[in-house]
């Protein structure tokens, strides 16, 4: 384990040591303190658009951060060759493997943590509550949203060679759940076969990252979702994580190292 | 003096990718001894199979057919890396980090405690000569510095063996000096040190003994003085044994 933490421990210090982390952080409080700082329309409830933009930009942070992160990880411990002292030292695969994804994701959920505490500072300025019980759920369930995505990068980055290529299929892929996800059961009703068993194998076959958006919890100050649900879908994210990393695992003790 | 590293019949192939391609040797029938407390120099010409020895060595590579151990260990057994301390050529460390955080980084990978870690983080800067730089990020880094950081991660679980694959590779004269030096030491304080090297001078004057490869073949083994014969430097040796034939002047 101490071997794993190890590992984590670099790929947390990598994201707070560069700058990607900080242009995404102040580009978002730059923006949201701008739309604070103007009422359109005199509406008095505009503080829920404000609120709905800024998750927005929190969610399209995070992805950028988790997916940009983990995409050069391996790649870049082989391009710059210490993958070898690296591998040369009592460390399986495995834990290797392991270290780059809890690092990762440990890193995200900091990255998590400091946009929420602003977004918390923010809405609870405007409206002068802040059920934090709300904000557990999303933030908890955006993160392990995050894990899924760090392990599906991950296990992208050892099947494609350029972090590049990786990142743009990782966005694609990520963004096309997010969108049209939950949607791909009712397009496949209407399709012959055999493209309606494809897009239902497919429907079935994907994470549904969409299960973690529940920033309508916050935005309109819906009650609490029920907590057996709430437990499901971090169950749900698990069982995907592991499989991804299971996938990548398997991937990685069969890649040539140099 | 026991047997550290062995390798016994050692055949690796690689497979073509194109169709109708025999697969490529790299390595045909090498079988090597080293003795605890030699130095040893593993010399060939470019694509002679230095680094894929290494590489099998390491782990990285399985071998097609015979045996490789370490310490009398498999070297498929990721146990048989503990004892070893390895510095492959030209490797560009997290430059994000300083040579201190580096250093620590590998003993926790190695499970040695924060204050071992401090003693062994603290002797090995000054070793290799970085002890002013050591809360300098590596990218601050001079080549010579960067390998003799790598130098210093190699040896950070005191090991008994240390595998070396061109260490001076890419330096100037100073930076080769300063590595021979640890080297040197190392051997002095009864190190184990295989390295693979083009830098017949140095091989010379540093190795107990050495072997030469060619085209994935053992042509030569013994010590300095035997494996130069009567010929008047290691260089002449080294191009005869490779079957290098110079041409006279026009």
């Known amino acids: ?258 | 003096m026991s047997v550290i590293l062995k390798t016994e019949k050692l055949h690796v192939a690689f497979s073509s990718r194109e169709f109708r391609q025999t697969a490529k040797i790299a390595l045909n029938s090498l079988d090597l001894e080293v003795n605890t407390g030699e130095v040893f120099g593993f010399l060939g010409p470019n694509g002679a199979g230095k680094t894929t020895t290494i590489n099998v060595l390491l782990g990285f590579v399985p071998p097609t057919s015979g045996s490789a151990s370490l310490f009398g260990i498999d070297v498929r057994q990721p146990i048989a890396r503990q004892r070893i301390g390895y510095l492959p050529e030209m490797t560009y460390y997290y430059k994000f980090l300083t040579a201190e955080e580096l250093l620590r980084f590998y003993a926790r990978i190695f499970g040695l405690s924060r204050t071992e870690a401090d003693t062994r983080i603290d002797r090995l800067l000054k070793l290799v000569e970085l002890e002013p730089a050591r809360k300098r990020p590596i990218k601050s880094y001079s080549k010579g510095m960067q390998q003799r950081v790598g130098l210093a991660q190699a040896l950070i679980n005191d090991p008994d063996l240390l595998i070396l694959d061109e260490p001076t590779s890419g330096l100037d004269p100073l930076g080769r000096m300063k590595v021979r030096e640890i080297i040197q030491r190392l051997k002095n304080e009864g190190k184990t040190v295989f390295f693979s090297s083009h830098e017949l001078g140095e091989v010379e004057t540093v190795c107990d003994r050495v072997s030469i490869i060619h085209q994935g073949e053992l042509k030569a083994i013994g010590s300095v003085s035997e494996v130069m014969g009567q010929r008047a430097s290691l260089e002449k040796a080294f191009l005869d044994i490779i079957g290098y034939q110079l041409q006279p002047a026009p």
Not at chain 1, 112 to 127: M, Q, T, V
Not at chain 1, 139 to 147: I, P, R, S, V, Y
Not at chain 1, 194 to 211: F, K, N
Not at chain 1, 235 to 242: E, H
């Open chain 1, 1 to 258: 384990m101490n071997t794993i933490f190890a590992l984590a421990g670099v790929a947390i210090k990598e994201l707070y040591r560069r700058k990607d982390f900080y242009v995404l952080f102040i580009i978002t409080i730059l923006i949201c303190l701008v739309m604070a700082s103007v009422n359109i329309f005199n509406d008095a409830k505009i503080v829920r658009y404000l609120k709905e933009i800024s998750l927005l930009l929190i969610w399209i942070s995070s992805l950028v951060i988790a997916i940009t992160t983990t995409a050069r990880q391996i790649p870049a411990e082989r391009e710059n060759r210490t993958l070898l002292p690296l591998l040369a030292k009592p460390l399986t695969r495995m834990q290797l493997i392991l270290g780059k994804f809890l690092g990762c994701w440990i890193a995200c959920g900091l990255t998590l943590l400091c946009f929420y505490i602003f977004f918390g500072a923010l809405a609870a300025s405007r409206e002068h509550q802040l059920p934090l019980l709300n904000y557990f759920q999303a933030a908890t369930l955006h993160w392990f949203m995050l894990g899924v995505v760090v392990a599906l990068s991950l296990f992208g980055s050892l099947v494609f060679a350029a972090p590049s290529s990786n990142s743009t299929i990782c966005f694609v892929f990520v963004a096309g759940i997010l969108l049209v996800g939950r949607h791909l059961n009712q397009v496949a009703v209407t399709l012959a076969e055999p493209g309606r068993s494809i897009t239902y194998a497919i429907y079935y076959a994907i994470p549904h990252l969409e299960l973690f958006d529940v920033r309508d919890l916050i935005i309109h100050n819906w009650p609490l979702m029920a907590w057996k649900y709430f437990g499901l879908a971090i169950l749900y994210a698990l069982a995907y994580m592991a499989a991804l990393l299971i996938a990548a695992c398997l991937v990685f003790r069969r890649k040539a190292v140099n």
